[in-house]
C-alpha cells in the first residue's frame, strides 16, 4: 500500500479551479512532487518543491504544501487538464521514493 | 534531455530480461537515475535507483533480490537487471532522471510482460 493518498477521482467545470491533494506522514519532512499523466504517455513533472514550475508548464498550476499534506492547484481548468495526476515523496524512511495512488481529474 | 528504454519484451514466470535506457543531452554521470514502472491500468511505482558513482542503490521490497540496477557512465546508459520475474512484474517499465525527491525527465518506457 502507498504511504501517500490520493483522492481516487476529481471532477471540475471547465474554467473552474480545482485541488487535487496528497496527505503522508513524510510529507513533514519531504516535499512533494506531482506529475501529470494521459492515456498512452508518459508522466511529465508538473509541479515540485515548495511551488516550483517546470519550464513548459502553464501558469494555473501551482502547489502548495501544509502539515502532511501537499497539493496541486490548477486555476481555470482547461480540457486539456484531463489526466491522471501522481504525488511522489520519499517515504518515511528517506531512501525510498514513494508514488501517491493517483487522481483521475475529469474536466466537465 | 532523451531517454530511451529498450529491452522489454515478453518472457516466462521464473525467467530474465535486462532492459536499458539510453541517455543525451545531459551529463550522466551527474545524476542520479531510477527506474519507475506502471502495471497495465494501475498507477506508478518507484522501483529502484542509483546514486551518480553507482556507490549507493536502493530497491522497492518487492523487487530486492531479484533486481540489480547498474549504470555505465561512459556509455551514458542505466541498467535494470530483472531476474526470477514474476506475473506481478508485467508493467511499462520508465527510467527517470532522479532529483532526490522528484522525477525530472522519463522515457517513453518499456513493455514488459511476464506469461506462460
Known amino acids: 500500500s502507498s504511504e501517500l493518498t490520493q483522492d481516487p477521482t476529481v471532477s471540475v467545470a471547465l474554467g473552474q479551479t480545482v485541488r487535487i491533494t496528497c496527505q503522508g506522514d513524510s510529507l513533514r519532512s519531504y516535499y512533494g512532487s ?5 492515456p498512452g ?3 511529465i513533472l508538473v509541479m515540485y518543491g515548495k511551488n516550483n514550475r517546470p519550464s513548459g508548464i ?3 498550476f501551482s502547489g502548495s504544501t501544509s ?3 501537499t497539493s496541486l492547484t490548477i486555476t481555470g481548468a482547461q480540457a486539456e487538464d484531463e489526466a491522471d495526476y501522481y504525488c511522489n515523496s520519499r517515504d518515511s524512511s528517506g531512501n525510498h521514493l514513494v508514488f501517491g495512488g493517483g487522481t483521475k481529474l475529469t474536466v466537465l | 534531455v532523451q531517454l530511451v528504454e529498450s529491452g522489454g519484451g515478453l518472457v516466462q514466470p521464473g525467467g530474465s530480461l535486462r532492459l536499458s535506457c539510453a541517455a543525451s543531452g545531459f551529463t550522466f554521470s551527474s545524476y542520479w537515475m531510477s527506474w519507475v514502472r506502471q502495471a497495465p491500468g494501475k498507477g506508478l511505482e518507484w522501483v529502484a535507483n542509483i546514486k551518480q558513482d553507482g556507490s549507493e542503490k536502493y ?4 523487487v530486492k533480490g531479484r533486481f540489480t540496477i547498474s549504470r555505465d557512465n561512459a556509455k551514458n546508459s542505466l541498467y535494470l537487471q530483472m531476474n526470477s520475474l514474476r506475473a506481478e512484474d508485467t508493467a511499462v517499465y520508465y527510467c527517470a532522471r532522479d532529483a532526490m525527491y522528484y ?3 522519463w522515457g517513453q518506457g518499456t513493455l514488459v510482460t511476464v506469461s506462460s
Open chain 2, 59 to 62: 530497491y522497492v521490497d518487492s
Open chain 1, 67 to 69: 502539515g502532511n499534506t
Open chain 1, 58 to 60: 502553464p501558469d494555473r
Open chain 1, 34 to 38: 506531482w506529475y501529470q499523466q494521459k
Open chain 1, 41 to 43: 504517455q508518459a508522466p
Open chain 2, 103 to 105: 522525477f525530472e525527465y
